[in-house]
């Protein structure tokens, strides 16, 4: 059995994943909390400009994985951080709320290209430990979301909104060094090629109602998530009275202990399996979120870190379902998963930050009731396929990013 430290494709991956996340977890700062004050931004407008930049990292993600599956994606890969870099470091240098939207939403193509490629990738190389392997690329992505609002709260604490630029040479730093570990990947020899069928193909073990009930899984997990993370640092500024660098040390003490509970979530689903896993992860979640905004103060800090392990623990048996979904084209699956779902959750944040506004439920109840959601996708995990009816994705790819390599 290979060793997955010995990966060098899952590391260059993780570090790739690391890298894209890392930047858009600065994006709640950068706009909640400084791009909000030098364009003076209403919460529907916060919303509504992270949504923008969510929806098209996230739509076009099941494109960007059937064009990797079928001309490998090397590129795609190191592409996409390259594009990220460039357009996120020039958000902070937008005069107007118009064009600072139009541009997040052009950056938001880079992380649409990097993550199917980088999920699929990792999907192969982890062989029969597909689990724990997604495992550890998302804790890549995790940490990277975890050091990004420190980082930016860091950064633009000395050069305000436009220190998206400083942000944005970090991502082109590691550009150079993902594109040579990828290209030692690459050139790794291939033991699985097998000719490319390029008709989109359903796993018939999946019934309509279990692919219903896990976009719909997906779905929802998306919008809490992405809700709660986005407006987090807001709602302890504004109503609890932190400083913007408590809130973001809250923030990221919430990612980073989700990315120890992504590696936790990938092997034990391997062993227990991940509708199990899923379930737990839901059911305890949902407490601990409205724990977080009951308390609202510096008690939080206590919650952050178990809300943010067992928030963690939901995604890799469900990006690993969705990849089983689509047996021949793991990158689509990915796509799906971590493109379309996203985008839902897109759409759920604007919706967030439009109840927010005072004129609707205001911020307090809009962020206690996103603790109601994952009950309701608790509920759903029973429709989800039973462990022994799921079909290990089988991926064909043209250009496998070193499919085996150890």
Do not use: C
């Not at 590696?263 to 379930?279: C, K, N």
């Amino acid at each position: 059995m290979r060793s997955l430290l010995k990966n060098v494709t899952l590391w260059s991956l993780t570090l790739g994943h690391f890298s894209v996340d890392m930047l858009a977890g600065t994006m709640p700062i950068v706009v909640g909390l400084y791009l909000k004050d030098t364009l003076h931004l209403d919460l529907s407008q916060i919303g509504l400009l992270l949504g923008a930049y969510k929806l098209t990292s996230s739509l076009t993600q099941p494109i960007f994985g059937y064009l990797s599956d079928r001309y490998g994606g090397r590129w795609f890969a190191v592409g996409g951080l390259l594009w990220l870099s460039i357009l996120q470091g020039l958000v902070g240098f937008m005069p107007t709320f118009g064009t600072a939207t139009f541009v997040s939403a052009l950056a938001g193509l880079g992380s649409a290209a990097f993550h199917p490629q980088g999920a699929s990738g990792a999907n192969i190389a982890a062989g029969e430990r597909k689990t724990a392997g997604v495992a550890m690329f998302m804790l890549g992505g995790n940490s990277g979301f975890a050091v990004g609002p420190i980082l930016a709260a860091a950064v633009m604490s000395w050069y305000g909104v436009r220190g998206t630029a400083l942000l944005a040479l970090i991502g082109l730093l590691i550009v150079p060094l993902l594109y040579f570990l990828t290209g030692q990947a690459q050139a790794a020899p291939s033991a699985d090629k097998k000719p490319a069928n390029w008709k989109i193909e359903l796993n018939p073990l999946f019934s309509t109602t279990a692919i219903v009930a896990l976009i719909a899984v997906m779905s929802l997990r998306a919008w809490s998530q992405e809700s709660f993370s986005s407006f987090l640092p807001q709602f302890f500024v504004e109503l609890a009275h932190f400083s913007k660098t408590e809130a973001s040390m809250l923030a990221s003490l919430m990612l980073l202990a989700l990315a120890g509970g992504t590696v936790t979530s990938g092997i034990l689903s391997d062993r227990v399996g991940g509708a199990r896993v899923m379930l737990v992860s839901m059911l305890v979640s949902a407490p601990l979120m409205a724990a977080m905004f009951l308390l609202g103060d510096w008690r939080a800090f206590y919650v952050a870190p178990f809300l943010g392990f067992v928030s963690g623990a939901a995604w890799p048996p469900m990006l690993v379902m969705a990849q089983s979904l689509f047996p021949k084209h793991a990158g689509v699956g990915s796509g799906v998963a971590l493109g379309f779902v996203f985008a839902m959750g897109g759409l759920g944040l604007q919706l967030t930050g439009w109840l927010a506004e005072p004129r609707h439920l205001g911020l307090y109840t809009a962020m206690l009731s996103l603790s109601i959601i994952p009950l309701a996708t608790a509920a759903l995990v029973f429709l989800l396929p039973k462990p022994g009816q799921q079909q290990p994705a089988v991926v064909h790819v043209s250009e496998p990013m070193g499919a085996a390599a150890d």
